[in-house]
C-alpha cells in the first residue's frame, strides 16, 4: 500500500508553473525597460529643437517640425504621427493663426487636435504647449495670453499637460521678433526636457 502510494505521488507540474512565472517576470523586465517615445510636433517655433539631445536611455524624443503649417494643416500631418503610436505627443501649433483666427478659434482648433490624438490612440499622454510670444506684429500680445488662458483651460478639461513658456520674453527672439534665437531654442528645449523628465 506504502509503495503504491509512493509510486501514484507524480509531480503537480511544478516545473511548469516555474517557467510561466519566469516568462511573466521577463516579460514584465522588458516592459519596464522598454523604451519610450516622446513625439514634439509643431510649426516652424520647434524646427531648431534637437531631439536626439533631449532623449535619454529611458525616452526617445523624435522632432517633427512643419514650416508654415496652421491648425488645419496639422489636422494631416499627424495622421501618420498617431499611428505609431507614441508614448507622449507634445503639440506646438498656432503661432500662423494668430493673425488671422479669433483667440477662441485658435484655442477650440488646438483642442481638436488634443482630441483627434486621444481618440486614435488613447494611450498617447498628450501635452499642448502654449503659443510664445511675439513682437512682429502689435497687439498680438493680449491675444496670445488669451488664446493660452483657453488652451490650458481646455487641458485641464480633458486632463491634458499644458506647457507653458512664460521664461520667453523679446530677448529670446530673432530680430523679426517671430522665431525663437538661439538663446530662446534653447528655453524651450528645457522647458520640454524638464516636462518629460516629470
Given amino acids: 500500500m506504502t509503495k503504491n502510494a509512493s509510486v501514484g505521488a507524480m509531480p503537480q507540474n511544478p516545473p511548469m508553473q516555474e517557467n510561466v512565472n519566469e516568462n511573466q ?11 519610450k517615445t516622446t513625439i514634439i510636433a509643431g510649426d516652424s517655433i520647434v524646427k531648431n529643437i534637437q531631439g536626439w539631445r533631449l532623449s535619454d536611455s529611458n525616452n526617445h524624443v523624435v522632432v517633427k517640425s512643419f514650416s508654415g503649417s496652421t491648425i488645419s494643416d496639422m489636422e494631416d500631418y499627424l495622421k501618420p504621427i498617431i499611428r505609431r503610436e507614441p508614448s507622449k505627443i507634445i503639440l506646438h501649433v498656432g503661432t500662423n493663426d494668430i493673425n488671422h483666427l479669433t483667440a477662441q478659434q485658435i484655442a477650440k482648433g488646438v483642442a481638436n ?3 483627434q490624438i486621444s481618440q486614435d490612440s488613447p494611450r498617447t499622454k498628450v ?10 506684429k502689435p497687439g498680438l500680445s493680449s491675444k496670445i495670453k488669451a488664446t493660452n488662458n483657453m488652451i490650458k483651460s481646455f487641458c485641464q ?6 506647457l507653458d513658456h512664460k521664461s520667453i520674453d523679446p530677448s529670446c527672439l530673432n530680430a523679426r521678433g517671430l522665431h525663437l534665437n538661439r538663446k530662446g531654442t534653447t528655453v524651450v528645449a528645457k522647458n520640454i526636457t524638464d516636462y518629460i523628465s516629470n
Fill in 25 to 35: 517576470d521577463a516579460n514584465l523586465q522588458n516592459e519596464k525597460f522598454k523604451k
Fill in 113 to 115: 487636435l488634443g482630441t
Fill in 127 to 136: 501635452a499642448l504647449s502654449g503659443i510664445l510670444p511675439r513682437t512682429d
Fill in 157 to 162: 478639461h480633458n486632463k491634458w499637460d499644458f
